[in-house]
């Protein structure tokens, strides 16, 4: 993987990437090509064309980063990556008829889109054809050699076996025998000289997954591996990595003091991120208002009540703070007044509210506490005090979340949908841990075009 902005990408990702972006200049040069021969026009210089190609090259891969064609879904199934790129070419030719508005000039003629469109899915379907195998398989895999043979070292073993992973383990030496769990590892003693073993694995990356730590730590092994050019890592650090997340499990107060990340350096990344935030939350305030009346007034006609609802939400510093929705549940929701967790097809969701939830048009009222500063566009979920109070005794680290500022979409929302129970309010923070620990503008834009995809393809709302 690379590292750009502290966000981990996978080479396969950048590499495909990059041939997508070639191609789809490609296509657009053709499609000029073919248009100019129909009417009879000389073909010029392609430099005197090249900010139109980029234009569309550049939209129509933005579009496809949003609806979800670089996932591991798209690089595994070929099927699902068609789909997938059928919707970000039309969006991206509707991006680039907004954008002929506002740059003149700068974009194709409708008629060359037209070609440019149909090339466009031609040639990046066949490059899936042609590629697929090569990305998907072990071309790009990183050689890993896991030190230990326990939990830990099994929970590498189970993640290198999900469809999409992007390294293969050559090997597990075992350092306790009472804690094995893994039968194929080999004994510590058995190797004479781990780093020469470590080289004539072609090993690229040594992970420390040991169970117990004090007073075991392989310092001399490490130290030897290290010097030869090998990567060594920590698990939490892999796991991190690989998962997109803080691993509750592995990690310790230590590790989140020392490892890189919560960096102080953010005064001009925040100020930039409010500057967003108000410009982006009164546009759209404007803009939405009309549909936010709209369907106000279909809530009220389809149950009593208010269209609106104010609850309690704790934010910055742990702040409580009011958020404002469109009521998509029974006034008597919580009749009892006792704070109940959303389900999955929940009873107390109206027909109206079903639908506005699927197309997130209850959360636009939120713009509103964006734009007075209590919330962001990306941030964690802000949660209700009673869930905080309780989350907050049974699992470590809940309070950090509240270290950065709340929002309406967020690195947690757009992996891990659902979050109707304490298992799911524990997979979320690891989300929400990472997002804090990691957090820069080019993250936040990652988020943003993300929340696409989770609008389109509505799997977990509620």
């Known amino acids: 993987m ?3 902005f502290k966000h981990y990408v996978p080479y396969a990702v950048l590499f495909l990437a990059l041939v997508d972006f070639c191609l789809l200049l490609a296509a657009a040069e053709t499609a000029w090509v073919i248009r100019a021969n129909q009417i009879g026009m000389a073909i010029d210089y392609i430099g005197n064309r090249i900010w139109p190609l980029i234009t569309f090259a550049s939209a129509v891969q933005l579009a496809a980063m949003a ?3 670089y996932s591991q879904d798209s690089l595994q199934s070929l099927r699902f990556a068609i789909a997938r790129l059928l919707v970000a070419i039309s969006l991206g030719v509707i991006f680039m008829a907004i954008m002929a508005f506002a740059l003149p000039g700068m974009t194709l003629w409708r008629s060359n889109s037209l070609y440019a469109m149909g090339l466009a899915f031609v040639y990046l379907a066949m490059a899936r054809a042609v590629l697929g195998s090569l990305v998907g398989g072990t071309a790009f895999k ?3 050699l896991v030190l230990g043979a326990g939990k830990r070292a099994q929970r590498i073993k189970d993640l290198e076996a999900k469809p999409g992973s992007g390294f293969v383990v050559v090997g597990y030496i075992s350092h306790d025998q009472s804690k094995r769990v893994i039968p194929e590892a080999i004994d510590r003693d058995a190797i004479y000289n781990l780093a020469d073993y470590v080289e004539k694995l072609a090993t690229s990356e040594v992970v420390l997954a040991l169970e117990e730590r004090r007073n075991a730590l392989p310092l001399q092994d490490l130290l030897r591996i ?3 050019g090998v990567h060594v890592n920590e698990i939490s650090s892999f796991l991190e990595r690989e998962t997109g997340r803080v691993d509750l499990d592995s990690v310790n107060p230590s590790w989140l003091i020392f490892s890189d990340g919560f960096s102080s350096g953010r005064r001009l990344s925040g100020i930039a991120k409010r500057l967003f935030d108000i410009v982006a939350s009164a546009l759209l305030l404007v803009l939405t208002m009309p549909l936010i009346l709209l369907f106000a007034i279909l809530v009220k006609l389809e149950s009593r009540g208010p269209a609106f609802y104010r609850q309690q939400r704790v934010g910055l510093y742990g702040q409580a703070f009011d958020v404002y929705k ?4 029974r006034s008597d929701a919580e009749a009892e007044g006792k704070a109940v967790w959303a389900s999955k097809n929940d009873p107390r969701v109206t027909r109206i509210g079903k639908f506005i939830r699927l197309v997130r048009i209850d959360e636009l009222p939120q713009t509103w506490c964006v734009l007075k500063g209590q919330m962001s566009f990306v941030g964690p979920r802000p949660e209700r005090p009673e869930f905080v109070a309780d989350l907050e005794t049974k699992m470590p680290y809940y309070a ?3 270290m ?5 979409t967020g690195w947690a929302q757009i992996n891990y949908p659902y979050g109707a129970s304490i298992d799911d309010a524990r997979h979320k923070l690891e989300y929400d841990l990472y997002y804090a620990k990691n957090y820069t503008p080019f993250l936040d834009i990652l988020i943003l075009m993300q929340t696409f995809r989770v609008i389109l ?6």
């Open 2 to 4: 690379i590292r750009l």
């Open 457 to 462: 393809w509505p799997d977990g709302a509620r």
């Open 142 to 144: 990183r050689r890993l």
């Open 326 to 329: 469109l009521r998509s549940m």
């Open 67 to 69: 609806v979800g064609v």
């Open 400 to 402: 950090e979340r509240h």
């Open 404 to 408: 950065v500022k709340p929002g309406i």
């Open 226 to 228: 290290k010097t030869t």
